[in-house]
């Protein structure tokens, strides 16, 4: 995910405060699912959130609420399952 890119099509999305948060939080929620050690975690989160998702994705998932809660829920389901465990995350070359 190139993040200045994410950045600079933030600035043109127009979003509400609330709308940026949900934006924030998606993009690190997203962040977090592609380095979980293990590969069903990311092929079920690509069901909500869309694969090689853009700015303009995420935007659109943060402008739907009740979107956005299911995508919450559907993370903290995934964390639990995938991340929470010895060696659940994956960054760089590290597993933790």
Known sequence: MNYIALQKAQEELNLTPAEKE???T????????MCMNDETAYMTWIWSVPDEASAYDLADIAK????????????????KKYAASDSGLCIGRTTY
């Open 64 to 79: 739907e609420k009740d979107e956005f809660d299911g995508v919450v829920r559907l993370f903290k389901k995934l964390w």
């Open 22 to 24: 949900r934006y924030d």
């Open 26 to 33: 998606l993009t690190a929620m997203h962040h977090l699912v």
